[in-house]
C-alpha cells in the first residue's frame, strides 16, 4: 500500500439522502440541455453510414448493430461543449473543423497515397521496447509481426467473433449515469481493430507487457483495447502512444479495463507524440472485491488537445486504487485529465496525486471527483493536484470535486498552483548550481515525487526521468 504525502483536512460527509436524490435527479435533468451540439454530428458521422453497411455481413452481427446505436447516439446529441462540466475547460470546435482521412486497412497497410505499408515497418523504426512482451499498432491496426505475446494469454481482434465474452468485453462502456459519453460512442462506430488482452484466473505474468500505438500519417485513428485481469491473476501493462510524424491528427482511444477478485493490474501510461494533433482517450475501470489497481500517467505533450478521461467503478469490498501522474505542457497546447472515482463498496481506498508543469502559452487541466455513494462506508479516499507555471501566459486549471453519501468515510482533497520558489532556487545556485541546473532540478524532483512508487523499478523509473528531463531541456532553452 502507498502512504500518501500529504492529506488535507477531511471533508464533511453529506449525511442527507433527500438531498443527494435531488443532487442526482437535478444533474440528470439538466446535463442534456444545451451541453451538446447535434449539430456537430454531421462532421463526426461524415461516411459513417456507408463505413457500416460496407461492414455489415463481414463482422458479428452484434459489432454491427453496436456501431448503429453508438451512431444513433452520436446523432441525437452531437459533441460535448464547455457548458457540460467535465467539459468546462475543453472546446471542440478545432477538431470539428479537420478534414482528415479515416485510418484504414488501405492506408496502414500501403493501399493509400500517404500511408504507411505494416509490414514495412521495422521494429528498429519503433520506439525502444520496455519489454520483451509487445503488442504494436500501427496507424490502429494489430501489427502481428511486430509483436510477442506471452504463452496462456488470451488475444482476440474484433472479427473473432468465437473469442469468448468478446462482445460484453468490447461494449465494456460506463453506465448511463456518467452523461459525457460521446467520445466512447465515436468509437464504437468507427474503431476497426479490437484488441483484447485476457489473463486467465491466478496467473501470475512476471514481465510487462507493452502496448504500443504508433502513428505514422495524419489520420482520424480509433483505437479499442480490453484488458481483463480474472480472479487471482496479476499483469503489469505499459500503455504508449508515439508518432512518426509532426502532422496534424486525431486519435481516440478507448480502453476498458476489467480487474476480477483477488487481482492486481499495474498500468503504465506514456504519452510523447510529436505530433500537433488531437488526442482524445477514454479509461473505463471496473474493480471486483480484493482487487488493486494502480497506474502512473505521463504526458509530455506537444499535441493541440490531449485530453484524459477516466472511470473508476470500485464496485467490490475491500478493494484499492491508485492514480499517479503528471501533464507537461508546452507551446499552444492543452493537455487535460478528468477522474471520476465511484465508491460503491464499503472499505476500499482511493488515492489521487497529480502533477501539471505548464509552460509557453499552453495549459493543464485536472478536475478530479470522488463519488462515495451510500453503501460505501468506511471508504477512505484522498486527492491532490499541485501546479507550477513557467510563464506569465500559461495556465494551470484545477477543480478538485467530492460528492459523498455516505457518514462513516474518511475523504479529502487539496489543490495548489504557483510559480516556483525563489528560495529554493537561491539555495540551489550558493551550493554551485547556474540558474538552467537549479531549475532543472527542482522541477524534476517536483515532478518525480509523484512517481516515487516507482522505485522498485529502475528501468521505469529512469524512462520517466529522462522523458521529464527531456522535456524540461526544450523548454527551459526557450525561456
Known amino acids: 500500500m502507498q502512504n500518501a504525502p500529504f492529506v488535507p483536512e477531511p471533508q464533511k460527509a453529506n449525511k442527507s439522502p433527500r438531498r443527494a436524490a435531488i443532487s442526482v435527479e437535478r444533474r440528470k435533468a439538466g446535463e442534456g440541455q444545451n451541453r451538446y451540439r447535434p449539430e456537430s454530428a454531421t462532421s463526426s458521422l461524415k461516411g459513417a453510414q456507408g463505413f457500416i453497411a460496407a461492414r455489415t455481413g463481414k463482422e458479428p452481427s452484434w459489432l454491427s448493430d453496436l456501431r448503429r446505436q453508438s451512431m444513433a447516439m452520436v446523432e441525437q446529441y452531437g459533441l460535448p461543449t464547455p457548458r457540460l462540466e467535465r467539459w468546462k475547460y475543453t472546446n471542440l470546435l478545432g477538431m470539428e473543423m479537420l478534414d482528415l482521412p479515416l485510418a484504414s486497412k488501405a492506408s496502414a497497410s500501403g493501399g493509400g497515397a500517404a500511408g504507411a505499408n505494416i509490414t514495412a515497418v521495422r521494429s528498429e523504426d519503433l520506439p525502444q521496447s520496455f519489454s520483451p512482451l509487445r503488442a504494436v499498432f500501427v496507424d490502429g491496426f494489430f501489427a502481428a509481426s511486430l509483436s510477442t505475446l506471452p504463452d496462456g494469454v488470451r488475444v482476440c481482434g474484433s472479427a473473432a467473433a468465437h473469442c469468448e465474452s468478446f462482445a460484453a468485453l468490447w461494449n465494456n462502456a460506463p453506465a448511463e449515469g456518467f452523461n459525457d459519453q460521446m467520445q466512447w460512442a465515436l468509437n464504437s462506430v468507427w474503431a476497426v481493430d479490437g484488441f483484447a488482452i485476457i489473463v486467465p484466473k491466478r496467473m501470475v505474468i512476471e514481465q510487462p507487457i507493452e502496448v504500443l500505438y504508433h502513428s505514422t500519417g495524419a489520420y482520424n485513428t480509433y483505437t479499442r483495447t480490453i484488458v481483463q485481469v480474472e480472479e487471482g491473476a496479476s499483469l503489469n501493462l505499459i500503455e504508449r502512444h508515439s508518432s512518426a510524424h509532426s502532422g496534424i491528427g486525431m486519435m481516440n482511444a478507448v480502453t476498458a479495463i476489467d480487474v476480477q477478485a483477488n487481482a492486481r493490474l499495474k498500468h503504465i501510461r506514456l504519452q510523447d507524440n510529436d505530433a500537433q494533433g488531437w488526442m482524445l482517450a477514454s479509461t473505463h475501470i471496473r474493480q471486483a472485491r480484493d482487487s488493486f489497481y494502480e497506474a502512473h ?14 472511470w473508476v467503478q470500485i464496485q467490490g469490498q475491500n478493494s484499492e486504487c491508485y492514480l499517479n501522474g503528471a501533464q507537461l505542457s508546452s507551446g499552444a497546447g492543452q493537455l487535460e485529465t478528468v477522474i471520476l472515482m465511484n465508491h460503491e463498496a464499503p472499505h476500499c481506498r482511493s488515492y489521487q496525486d497529480y502533477r ?15 463519488h462515495v455513494l451510500n453503501a460505501a462506508q468506511k471508504t477512505e479516499a484522498f486527492q491532490m493536484s499541485r501546479g507550477l507555471l513557467l510563464s506569465p501566459r500559461a495556465e494551470v486549471n484545477t477543480k478538485p470535486e467530492l460528492e459523498i453519501y455516505a457518514d462513516d468515510v474518511k475523504c479529502s482533497h487539496g489543490a495548489t498552483t504557483g510559480q516556483m520558489d525563489e528560495d529554493a532556487l537561491f539555495y540551489m545556485r550558493s551550493r554551485g548550481l547556474d540558474m538552467a541546473s537549479a531549475r532543472s532540478l527542482l522541477l524534476t524532483a517536483f515532478v518525480m515525487e509523484a512517481f516515487a512508487v516507482l522505485d522498485g523499478d529502475e528501468r521505469l523509473g529512469d524512462v520517466y526521468g529522462a522523458m521529464v528531463r527531456d522535456w524540461l531541456d526544450n523548454v527551459l532553452e526557450r525561456s
Open 297 to 310: 500517467s505521463l504526458s509530455c505533450g506537444h499535441e493541440k488537445l490531449n485530453r484524459h478521461q477516466i
Open 356 to 370: 501539471h508543469i505548464a509552460a509557453d502559452e499552453s495549459k493543464a487541466v485536472f478536475q478530479g471527483k470522488v
